[in-house]
């Protein structure tokens, strides 16, 4: 019989308290994020998720794909959301779907960061492998 993963409640500071991630090359964007939910990390099989933020004036993530689906949900600020070469306006409440393998990005339009929740279905924010535009053959992985 498989084990239930554990609940995890991460606490209200945890995003002040730990460093964020980034990638390794500055090409893929000015962005950094924290994973809240991922495997060893926490207990969890089925889904990982946690918050990206990019800066104002040069903010963006460059267009990319990965193997598995993404949801956006915007927590702070507003910018463009580029999927499959269709641009659409986004700000706080704005919540986005992100087909399996969509070439997508994001850039913060705004005047204060554009932050927001992702969510993987995948237990492992490793699995996620991240293929940028002009750059297929390579793959980013997060820098701790």
């Not at 991630?21 to 946690?50: K, R």
């Not at 800066?55 to 915007?74: F, K, M, S």
């Not at 969509?102 to 554009?114: D, S, Y």
Request: charged share 20%.
């Amino acid at each position: 019989m498989t084990q239930r993963p554990k609940p995890t409640i991460l606490p209200s500071t945890y995003t002040q308290t730990t460093s964020p991630e980034t990638f390794p090359a500055p090409i893929h964007g000015d962005i950094s994020w924290h994973t809240l939910i991922s495997s060893p990390q926490t207990e969890s099989t089925h889904l990982c998720a946690g918050i990206a933020t990019c800066p104002p004036v040069t903010g963006h993530l460059c267009a990319h794909r990965h193997t598995q689906a993404e949801i956006y949900h915007i927590l702070d600020g507003e910018g463009d959301v580029t999927i499959d070469g269709v641009v659409s306006k986004v700000r706080a409440g704005s919540t986005v779907f992100i087909p399996s393998d969509a070439e997508h990005g994001i850039v913060n339009t705004g005047t204060v960061e554009l932050r927001w929740y992702y969510v993987f279905p995948t237990g492992s924010f490793g699995d996620v492998v991240y293929r940028f535009r002009g750059d297929e053959k390579e793959t980013a992985k997060a820098k701790l």
